[in-house]
């Protein structure tokens, strides 16, 4: 069962902030962030991989809750080049090995 | 260092016939995992190579397959293709197996059009 996330898009004008919520009803024991613009290959943020933890590069962070199953990703004083499909990723196990599990991500518009 | 490579990135191919997708791992990766991306079904797990077996599968009927060879080099095949078929199949390389503890690199995808 792929995590949820939401909002499942927002558009955003420039300088603004943006929340992208990540959760799942299994266990997470790590938590990844890709983006991707359109026409191109879903590319790496970051990886969480603790409960508690806090990443960010740039203005974009992210944190991992593992008691709630759930992560979020921060855009603070969003730029144009921010826009583009994130999406949070966990190894989930149904049955045999974990396998890297996505959602269905957020759309994110930038406009000026 | 060189990227992960799909080829070819784009197919145009009739209903029935099959397809074979190709992708080049990062040098020293030996995972391969594959996904068919659609619209509003985000990036949808077909499965995961690691060390020329097969660790997981995807919730794909039998007509999906795949296979890596030594180099980790892996091949996705599609039998008897069906218009439901046509998506953006993306591979992605990773160091370890699983997703746990290292980062996935995508290639840039197989745009599989079916008609």
């Known amino acids: 069962q792929q995590p949820v996330q939401s909002p499942q898009a927002v558009i955003l004008r420039e300088g603004e902030d943006a929340v992208i919520n990540c959760s799942s009803s299994?266990?997470?024991?790590?938590v990844h962030w890709y983006r991707q613009k359109h026409g191109e290959a879903p590319v790496f943020l970051m990886i969480?991989?603790?409960?508690?933890e806090q990443k960010g590069h740039d203005k974009i962070s992210a944190s991992f809750n593992e008691k709630k199953q759930q992560s979020s990703l921060y855009l603070t004083a969003s730029q144009l080049s921010y826009s583009g499909t994130y999406f949070c990723?966990?190894?989930?196990?149904?049955?045999?090995?974990?396998?890297?599990?996505f959602g269905t991500g957020t759309r994110l518009t930038i406009i000026p | 260092k060189a990227g992960v490579t799909q080829t070819p990135r784009y197919l145009i191919k009739t209903r029935g016939q099959q397809v074979t997708l190709s992708c080049s791992p990062i040098?020293?990766?030996?995972?391969v995992s594959w996904y068919q991306q659609t619209p509003g079904q985000g990036l949808q797990f077909l499965f995961e190579?690691?060390?020329?077996?097969?660790?997981n599968k995807g919730n794909f009927p039998g007509r999906f397959s795949g296979r890596q060879f030594s180099n980790s080099r892996s091949e996705m095949n599609v039998s008897t293709l069906e218009l439901g078929d046509s998506a953006l199949y993306l591979c992605?390389?990773?160091?370890?197996?699983?997703?746990?503890?290292?980062?996935?690199?995508f290639g840039q995808g197989t745009r599989l059009t079916v008609v």
């Open positions: 992605a390389s990773s160091l370890r197996a699983g997703g746990k503890h290292t980062e996935a690199f």
């Open positions: 299994k266990a997470l024991y790590s």
């Open positions: 969480l991989l603790k409960g508690g």
């Open positions: 990723g966990t190894p989930l196990r149904d049955f045999g090995n974990e396998k890297l599990t």
């Open positions: 040098s020293g990766h030996r995972s």
């Open positions: 190579y690691f060390s020329e077996t097969q660790r």
